[in-house]
């Protein structure tokens, strides 16, 4: 038996480490943003080639988070991590294309694939860890630091790729600009990298492991004594009881409904149309709303402003005033937003050309529908975003947990690359087109649709999702048994 150690561990330190995980998740999904608008242009592609080469570390982000359950069960959410903050500095490096390697949109597909693993191991591994490792009465608030740790990515990028592409003509950021901004990703994810080494494994994983006493360290370091022996004896009694029971399978009677509602909720999550908004905003201020190419990147800001800002008022009421509460207020929110800026464009007459050739709506309407956004990003943020990953991390039992977080962040990502390579096929869509084209939804179809995905989320959140604050990961697991 090895001496302890009685070192304190800062319980927000870790957290905050853990989440640079989820800003690189915002970071490196929301960077392609901005490189999109201009290598698109450097390699002249088609609105399908586009949608793919967006998408693409959507397909590796589904096949890490289906690998990340057995990863994360076989080396431990640290490790898997680890793992991650390789990838995301890899995947950072190759996709700016650096002159060692070819020209190819193959290869920048392959980098991007590669990122996109990271997101995957990342995604189910970070908010997972820190449920694990959190005390009950602020679990909800760390894990929805995870979420912060998303927005903050996509804000600080926003700002990164603004920065980086208003200091150059619109020819140079077409020539190389695009290539810096992919580049900018690795000071994240080498300090990711660098402070792993400086957080414990996950007491939970240990205590699976059998080694209790390490587990038992680490808790008293994290949350004292007494707390420690508590939650010892919790996860001790826990183990103990799964291992007089039959062998746990995502796929048993009492198993499979839990698994069920938390993949729907997390699938659900992507059809509100978030990332359609994140990864095409630029394709959106400058196409359907009439903006200039000059204004675009200063728009991004403001959406992940509005981003950042909302997130703060999930992280403060999630504890408070709980999870579903929050789901259903943002939910009829994220509705409002986009009926009104759906039917600002349907009733919109386009009376003029930008810079850029495309057709504007007047001021007064561009106005209205950027306030429309606007509104969906901020309900968004304070409910859909950072909850789903809190219930994910809590309502799944002990015994399934890596499993079922891995079916329902995979589900998840599936769901993201379908909307992210649809959204542009709808936009430019003969239906979608303006009504003076012979269209029939004046560039409005993709918000209504997605406005009927959220009546369906609102009435889905009230029916199946259980409200889970203030309850301990072993109670939460009971609960589920009795239900």
């Keep these: 038996m090895g001496k302890k150690s009685t070192a304190k561990i800062n319980i927000y330190f870790i957290t905050i480490v853990i989440t640079l995980g989820g800003l690189l998740f915002g970071y490196d999904t929301g960077v392609i943003n901005g490189t999109q608008f201009y290598f698109s242009k450097y390699f002249e592609l088609t609105g399908a080639l586009k949608g793919f080469i967006v998408s693409s570390a959507l397909l590796g982000a589904l096949a890490g988070a289906a690998s990340a359950g057995l990863i994360s069960k076989a080396i431990g959410r640290k490790n898997s991590l680890i793992i991650s903050a390789v990838l995301f ?12 390697l070819p ?3 193959t290869l920048l597909v392959i980098f991007r694939l590669i990122g996109g693993i990271a997101i995957g191991i990342a995604s189910m591994n970070a908010p997972m860890y820190i449920a694990e490792i959190a005390p009950a009465k602020n679990r909800g608030i760390l894990v929805t630091f995870y979420q912060l740790a998303v927005v903050i990515g996509f804000f600080v990028v926003f700002l990164v790729t603004y920065f980086i592409g208003s200091d150059l003509s619109e020819s140079e950021n077409i020539a190389f600009g695009w290539r810096n901004m992919f580049w900018s990703e690795l000071v994240p994810a080498m300090l990711f990298l660098v402070l792993l080494f400086f957080v414990p494994k996950s007491p939970r994983w240990l205590m699976i492991k059998g080694r209790e006493e390490e587990a038992e360290n680490i808790l008293t370091r994290i949350h004292g004594a007494e707390i420690a022996v508590k939650e010892i004896k919790e996860i001790r009694d826990n183990i103990k009881a799964e291992s007089t029971k039959k062998k746990a399978s995502i796929f048993n009677k ?6 069920v509602i938390g993949t729907v909720l997390s699938v659900l999550q992507q059809f509100t149309g978030i990332n359609a908004v994140l990864y095409y905003g630029a394709d959106i201020f400058e196409q ?7 204004d675009v990147l200063l728009q991004q800001i403001l959406l992940a402003t509005v981003n950042l800002l909302f997130t703060f008022i999930a992280m403060f009421t999630v504890d408070k005033l709980g999870r579903k509460p929050l789901l259903i207020i943002g939910g009829f929110g994220m509705l409002v937003g986009f009926l009104m800026m759906g039917f600002t464009l349907y009733f919109s007459d386009y009376a003029g050309v930008n810079s850029a050739g495309l057709p504007t709506i007047s001021t007064t309407e561009g106005i209205v529908s950027l306030i429309g956004i606007l509104i969906f990003i901020g309900s968004f943020a304070m409910s859909m975003g950072p909850i789903v990953w809190v219930l994910l991390s ?3 039992p002990n015994k399934i947990r890596s499993a079922a977080m891995a079916v329902a962040v995979a589900a998840q990502w599936l769901a993201n690359y379908f909307v992210s390579q649809t959204f542009p096929m709808v936009v430019e869509s003969d239906a979608n087109r303006l009504i003076m084209n012979g269209g029939t939804w004046n560039n409005a179809l993709p918000y209504f649709l997605f406005s009927v995905f959220i009546v369906i989320i609102i009435l889905f959140v009230y029916k199946y999702i259980p409200e889970t604050k203030g309850k301990t990961l072993e109670e939460m697991e009971a609960l589920f048994e009795r239900k």
Excluded at 254 to 259: A, D, F, G, K, Q
């Design 103 to 105: 020209e190819s949109t």
């Design 288 to 294: 359907a709303l009439g903006f200039g190419q000059d």
């Design 394 to 396: 809590e309502i799944f």
């Design 89 to 100: 500095s890899i995947s950072a490096w190759g996709s700016g294309l650096p002159s060692m």
């Design 254 to 259: 009492s198993m499979l409904p839990i698994v």
